[in-house]
């Protein structure tokens, strides 16, 4: 027996793995349901790998690994981890059984309707982690994708908890509440993350578990926004991207988002528009914007690209 093979018999001993099988009521296509949550191809709790979907997550006890593959009808679960029972409860909702699309109709616009019918799959994932939804959206907040993943990335594998089970590559957990509040100002500096950012997210993490019941029991999108906006340093758009990810908020529109509006302006008309030309376009699906445009991404079209892309700041050498 090889040291790969030790190592794995070994890993496999001391998590033993916990089967189970999710069927859906409604069409899923896992990929674009599960797979939107991952920050990059590097993200330490999400990896695909081939069919399989791995997901580190963090329960009410412990951490926990979730394995997801649909065969036929079927999503098969593999959980590892002290909280895997508990990690396999949280797969249906992942899986977008809590997405209710009652009231939207996709037939206000031609380019929608095709998108629905050709991918009835697309679904609005809930995973409840509200903490880590809103860090990883502040994280992102006036920087390019790639830095913000690479904040991510470093900050989650430093300060979060390795991911139990066979993982394809080492996984992690994101931290908690307290372990980001705990993380020091070097520690930001050296994963990129600029002082307005650190510091939203130090103070955010000082509400703890209040800010997640505040937000859980808002009934209304208005009304999250307001949760979230109550906080110094947090915005409309990065209310939008937590209620999307945590909540699946079927309606969340990620206002003063770099592409979005272009995006959004070329799908429906041709033409790019702003954000109020953008909430115009959508009006007529009040109660369903996100998924909108989730099926405007589902549908490949896109703006074409005509000047240069925004080049990432290295902010470690300020």
Known sequence: MTLAQDAAAAEARAHPRLESVYRPRHALDLRRTVGMLRRGPGDPTMVFDG?????????????????????????RISAWGDGAAEAVDLVPALCGADDDASGFDPSLHPLIAEAARRAPGVRLARTGEVFDALACAILEQKVTGLEAFRAWRLLVTKHGR?????????????????????????????????????????????????????????????DRDRVLTSLPGVGLWTSAETRLR????????????????????Y???????DDPGMLRLLAPWAGHRQRVI???????VSEPRRGPRLTPADHRRR
């Open 267 to 273: 799908a429906l008309t041709g033409h790019r528009t």
């Open 294 to 300: 989730r099926l405007i991404f589902a549908s490949g």
């Open 51 to 75: 069919p399989v979907i791995w997901r580190a997550v963090r329960t009410e006890r412990c951490p926990a690994t979730l394995a997801l593959r649909v065969v036929g009808d079927e999503v």
């Open 162 to 222: 390795r991911a139990p089970g066979p993982t394809p590559r080492p996984m992690s957990v994101a931290p908690t509440v307290d372990e980001w509040r705990r993380i020091p100002s070097w520690e930001w500096h050296r994963a990129g993350v600029q002082p307005p950012q650190s510091k939203t997210i130090v103070r955010v993490a000082a509400r703890g578990e209040g800010l997640t019941r505040a937000l859980l029991a808002a009934p209304t999108g208005d």
């Open 246 to 265: 945590a909540l699946g908020d079927p309606d969340a529109v990620s206002v003063g988002d770099y592409h979005l509006a272009h995006e959004v302006g």
